[in-house]
């Protein structure tokens, strides 16, 4: 964790009219990006809950893959992609409030949403980055023992 020496510096940190606009700016464009994030959830939610329940698998069902299996991929996904867009829609909502009543606290509690959606972004990034090398070396090794029973 970074610790900064206050000593130097004056209590608390300005924000200037241009800084509160930039900020307004950038919570109105991740409020847009949360509900859009949100509603793709949705659909999701509603993709997966078909694929687990339903019939609407019955081509992968034939191709060896059980439609609940996906269902279940896609239940789990919505459920993992949620949480960046709510901590992004938190923040946007939260920055809003905080330069409306001019309060360091909310600006505080605001920032630390931000900081929670770009982790569990970057964590999802990491898994996926590790999932598709994983997947490569899985070809790859694979397609060796292809060769070598040919």
Known sequence: MIQFDHSDHQPGLAVDDTAKAYLLEAARWGKFISIFGIV??????MLGLAFTFSGVGAL??????PPALIGIFYLL??????????????????????????NDDILHSSFRFLKNHFKSIGILIIVMISIYVLLFLFLIIMGGVAAMAS
């Not at 992968?60 to 893959?65: L, Q």
């Open 40 to 45: 793709i959830c949705g659909l999701m939610l």
């Open 60 to 65: 992968y069902a034939s191709m060896g893959v």
């Open 77 to 102: 996904f919505t459920a993992i992609y949620l949480y960046p867009c709510v901590a992004l829609l938190r923040f946007s909502t939260k920055v809003k409030e905080a330069i409306l009543l001019n």
